[in-house]
């Protein structure tokens, strides 16, 4: 049976719609982490008026460092991360974690609830504080790029 | 012929009523509330409320801050509403005492299911030692790694 087309659409039109459909998607998602980066660069400044942007080297290098002055079994970040931060993690209770990097898990740092609630816990388990907002802005840029 | 059709849906039935459950000893309620899914289920299985008592409960939602060697802090209200979750249902809140009160006494409140003489029991004498050590397995809060129904309540796989 022949299937037969009632209303003649182009198919560059078609592209074009479908294209238009997908971008405030992808846009969101780093609207908003841009949102939340935004928000601890200006905490940053209120704290250190010299503040030249957020590294995402230094980002890295907290991520891989072992700082171990937590809680005996997170001492660092990696812990239950790994050390790829396009792998799969895993809790210390066994259950998988997604990967930190955004291009492998596009829905991170998002939330802003969501990024503090777990920077205040994780930050405390791992550093036996809390993080700066230079900190938290480091390692969101350096995952952002991942 | 012995059996109509009749007699026939009368076996099925009370097949149903004895067969089954006779098998189906180790299942609980899967939990439903959303929020205990989410905030106890970021971390580690959620856990069935029937296998902790009540006062275990409190002392575990109280203590967040310092979760078995991790800060897994809630706002006030989440907290509340999932140690309200948790207690309605624990295992000593029926007036008949769940399966995990076996060997506890009233006033015990272990912080960790692994601790409950029943699941002690359940486990020491069928577990060798060596499962434990697994990478897969990895702790013994991870029950799906043995019981891959363990979120819907249902441990009958042992």
Same mark, same amino acid.
């Given at each position: 049976m022949k299937i037969r087309i009632i209303v003649p659409l182009h198919p560059k039109l078609i592209i074009a719609v479908l294209a238009l459909s997908l971008l405030p998607i992808q846009g969101s998602a780093s609207e908003l982490r841009q949102q939340i980066?935004?928000?601890?660069?200006?905490?940053?400044?209120l704290k250190n008026s010299g503040f030249a942007g957020f590294?995402?080297?230094r980002g890295q290098t907290l991520f891989l460092s072992k700082p171990a002055t937590g809680k005996p079994?997170?001492?660092?970040c990696t812990t239950c991360h790994s050390i790829n931060p396009a792998a799969k993690?895993?809790?210390r209770a066994g259950k998988e974690i997604a990967p930190m990097a955004v291009s492998k898990t596009p829905e991170r740092f998002t939330d802003s609830k969501k990024v503090e609630k777990w920077f205040r816990r994780n930050c405390k388990s791992v550093l036996g504080r809390i993080c700066t907002?230079?900190?938290k802005g480091d390692f969101v840029t350096f995952m952002s790029n991942q | 012929m012995l059996m109509n059709s009749k007699t026939y849906i009368a076996a099925a039935f009370v097949a149903l009523a004895f067969g089954a459950p006779a098998q189906a000893d180790e299942r609980y309620a899967p939990v439903r509330d959303q929020t205990v899914i989410k905030e106890c289920g970021a971390c580690h299985m959620v856990f069935q409320p029937q296998m902790l008592p009540a006062k275990s409960w409190s002392k575990i939602v109280d203590g967040l801050a310092n979760h078995f060697g991790e800060d897994?802090?809630?706002d006030a209200d989440t907290a509340r509403q999932i140690k309200a979750y948790l207690v309605k249902d624990a295992a000593d809140a029926g007036w008949w005492g769940g399966k995990f009160m076996r060997g506890l006494s009233?006033?015990?409140? $272990?912080? @960790?299911?692994?601790?409950?003489?029943?699941?002690v029991r359940e486990h020491?004498?069928?577990? $060798?030692? @060596?499962?434990?050590s697994d990478p897969k397995v990895k702790s013994k809060a991870n029950c799906l790694a043995c019981h891959s129904r363990a979120d819907k309540g249902n441990y009958d796989d042992d």
């Amino acid at each position: 049976m022949k299937i037969r087309i009632i209303v003649p659409l182009h198919p560059k039109l078609i592209i074009a719609v479908l294209a238009l459909s997908l971008l405030p998607i992808q846009g969101s998602a780093s609207e908003l982490r841009q949102q939340i980066i935004a928000g601890f660069a200006q905490d940053a400044k209120l704290k250190n008026s010299g503040f030249a942007g957020f590294s995402a080297g230094r980002g890295q290098t907290l991520f891989l460092s072992k700082p171990a002055t937590g809680k005996p079994d997170t001492p660092s970040c990696t812990t239950c991360h790994s050390i790829n931060p396009a792998a799969k993690g895993q809790t210390r209770a066994g259950k998988e974690i997604a990967p930190m990097a955004v291009s492998k898990t596009p829905e991170r740092f998002t939330d802003s609830k969501k990024v503090e609630k777990w920077f205040r816990r994780n930050c405390k388990s791992v550093l036996g504080r809390i993080c700066t907002a230079l900190e938290k802005g480091d390692f969101v840029t350096f995952m952002s790029n991942q | 012929m012995l059996m109509n059709s009749k007699t026939y849906i009368a076996a099925a039935f009370v097949a149903l009523a004895f067969g089954a459950p006779a098998q189906a000893d180790e299942r609980y309620a899967p939990v439903r509330d959303q929020t205990v899914i989410k905030e106890c289920g970021a971390c580690h299985m959620v856990f069935q409320p029937q296998m902790l008592p009540a006062k275990s409960w409190s002392k575990i939602v109280d203590g967040l801050a310092n979760h078995f060697g991790e800060d897994a802090s809630l706002d006030a209200d989440t907290a509340r509403q999932i140690k309200a979750y948790l207690v309605k249902d624990a295992a000593d809140a029926g007036w008949w005492g769940g399966k995990f009160m076996r060997g506890l006494s009233k006033t015990s409140a $272990p912080l @960790r299911i692994t601790e409950t003489p029943y699941w002690v029991r359940e486990h020491n004498e069928e577990v $060798p030692q @060596r499962a434990w050590s697994d990478p897969k397995v990895k702790s013994k809060a991870n029950c799906l790694a043995c019981h891959s129904r363990a979120d819907k309540g249902n441990y009958d796989d042992d």
